[in-house]
């Protein structure tokens, strides 16, 4: 077969770092961006957003409640941490780092590359992601 490198079952499928002998799996996100490099690999985070209906006749958000406390949802391939950010978060390197802290097996080295972004997921739009950039 003149392909066979192609077909290594051995061969990782995802850049993350892998924890032990563990197999990671990609995230879903979107195919590709003009940067390189397969966003589906890439670390994102999305705040929680689930609505509930309160006695008043008042939509409550737990969301919206964790979000006031900066809680959000790490998710690097098919791991989900809750994390906790700093009151007002100034640049993404902040992000960055709340992934490093949540996934002992991401680097502080590893994250910093400038080929890994990170995605916020629109919750309401299904599996729509948006690169976080600094602004």
Do not use: C
């Amino acid at each position: 077969n003149d392909h066979a490198e192609y077909a290594d079952p051995r061969r990782p499928s995802s850049t993350l770092p892998t924890m032990g002998t563990r197999p990671i799996t990609p995230v879903r996100g979107p195919a590709q961006t003009q940067f390189g490099g397969s966003p589906s690999t890439m670390p994102r985070w999305e705040p929680n957003r689930t609505e509930h209906f309160l006695k008043n006749g008042e939509y409550a958000t737990p969301g919206r409640q964790l979000e006031q406390m900066n809680v959000v949802f790490l998710q690097a391939n098919d791991e989900v941490k809750r994390a906790i950010l700093p009151p007002e978060v100034h640049s993404l390197d902040q992000v960055k780092m709340a992934f490093v802290r949540a996934f002992p097996n991401i680097s502080r080295h590893y994250i910093e590359q400038p080929s890994i972004k990170v995605y916020i997921q629109e919750p309401s739009k299904g599996q729509l992601f948006y690169e976080l950039d600094d602004p």
